[in-house]
């Protein structure tokens, strides 16, 4: 009987509703129209909000992109193996197929359909000028990054400027791929729109993380160095590779217009403007002059951690919000403070900072070898964590075990009979030690910049700022193109200049070929770990001869009982105890190896399939 009521109650208000006409006009209470969209400027803003968080996590994920080159291993495996190995194919695009990689072909055009649709109907929206002008800006900024993206990844690629409907025309949706010369100069033109709709917005003036005039310059500069880049002149790529110098369709991977000189020049304009006129963004001095080496290592260190005027376009995380940003300390802290050791340094990357002198680190030089961590450069200290080196108090439970906050990725010799190191005591960030065995490092480092855990704890969430484009890259693009211009004169100029805020002396050579792979390595130092390495080892086309991308090596370190010493109950790293061996080892847990093929991405077979009119990279077949 009470189903039944029900029943004839749902019928009645049915045949109530079916009387009014003005039912099938009613408006969502709970949904916003797109109309609504171009009438309200918060509603407006809250669409491009959407778009800004295409960044999602930026570079601080859980697998961060640098372990997709020789930076850094990737502790728990994954799809790094197939991307480091040279393993991609259409259907397996390794780590670049997952949405951390901010690479994947189908959510960059989802991001481009949004620009596409305010640039479409922001002509007609009804709120302020001002703010229109600003989210026009912003639009066009946006596109051309997402382009941009696109381009580094695959080379030339579909340029869709409009929003399609499912009731277009077929042909709107199976769209060629355009020239790499022509997604440029879409790209230059959407900054050229983008920075007059720009012009008022700068650093103090514009709320964090959103474009601004100088974000748009920047990004330019960016642009047009890749343009003038080895990998994107169809002589000198030819030259390098093969495989790129016999590919079919030259004109979706080289820029075909003026030549590599006039590009060169082109960039070198674009980051002087920028470096005369930087609109109240600076770069970093980490402390000035005077300061000894752990002085300005750890003012180099403290500088990530927080806001700058080095900082043009950034992507901030606060603690009060559960994302991966706010998690760099738990995913790459040491094992042995409940942390999970994520993309720990190789042994590349460790050996290519510089002695306290600027001298080149050599593992054949007697006196490195017997103290590879005495006597470096002060971004060595701020970046990595090694053996010995002196870091916060353990959790509780962790410090009972190993109780002076030192990191220990070593294994040390308690008794003096017991001489076979695979027996030695391991530390307590080891795979073998006390900490949590699984998370812990391969190479025997871990990561020191951007980690810095709240309250003493690696578990506990911080805030955090991922810089997508420094002031500092565009005074390294300025340098880069001065050399290859054979200025190298206003070059050292420049890098003297960041040198000595690093408190590194200032490069004499007139060689440009020794200028340039100075440069590279300054470059690489500077930015590690910022997501600018991968893109640098293809654009300058040195990725076959990179050691770090054709070989994998960590560090042994193992601590030896001087004469007379005696058994001892526990390691505290007592030089007056122990004398310290180290050897560089090989490591398996990747088949590392550059194949000319990965310079770019291929389009996923399902794209292909669902658009006979794409033609696929070199290296991956038809």
Known sequence: MKKANILCLLSAALMTVSCSTDFLNTKSQTEIMAEDIWKEKNLAEAYMYDIYFAFQDAGFTEELQASACDEALFTHGREFRESNAGAVTDVNLGWFAKTQSGHQWQRLYLNIRSCNDFIENLETATFAEDAKQQLKGEAHFLRAYFIHRLTRAFGGVPLQLKVTQLTDPQESFLLSRSSYTDCIKQVLSDLDNAAEYLKDHTFANTQKGRATLAAVKALRVRVLTDVASDLHDQAKASAKSSLLGSYDHPELIFYTEGTQTERWKAAKAAAKELLDNPMGHAIPTYGGPGLSTEEKANEIWSFFLKESADNIFSRYFIDTKDESGTKMPLFNGPSGYHAWGGNTPVQDLVDAFAMKDGSKFDWNNAEHAAAPYENREPRFYATIMYDGMQWIQRPADFAAIEPTGKIQTGYYQLDSQETDDSKFFSGMDTRSGGGEKWNATYT???????????????????????????????????????????????????????????????????????????????????????????????????????????????????????????????????????????????????????????????????????????????????
């Open 444 to 622: 025997g480092y871990y990561l020191k910049k951007y980690i810095n855990p709240a309250d003493g704890d690696h578990r506990n969430k911080i805030n955090a700022i991922f810089p997508f484009i420094r002031l500092s890259e565009v005074y390294f693009c300025y340098i880069e193109a001065c050399i290859e211009l054979g200025e190298l004169d206003e070059a050292k100029k420049y890098l003297n200049e960041y040198r000595a805020n690093v408190n590194l002396p200032a490069v004499t050579t007139n060689d440009q070929a020794e200028l340039r792979k100075i440069y590279q390595n300054e470059r690489r130092l500077e930015f590690s770990f910022e997501e600018i390495r991968y893109w640098d080892l293809r654009r300058w086309m040195i990725a076959p001869e990179a050691p770090g991308l054709n070989s994998l090596k960590g560090i042994r370190v193992t601590a030896w009982l001087k004469p007379g010493v005696g058994k001892q109950d526990k390691y505290n790293a007592d030089p007056t105890k122990w004398v310290l061996k180290y050897k560089p080892i090989d490591l398996s847990e990747e088949a590392r190896q550059f194949a000319d093929k990965c310079y770019y991405l291929p389009i996923m077979r399902n794209e292909m399939l669902s658009n006979p009119n794409l033609i696929q990279n070199p290296g991956y077949g038809d």
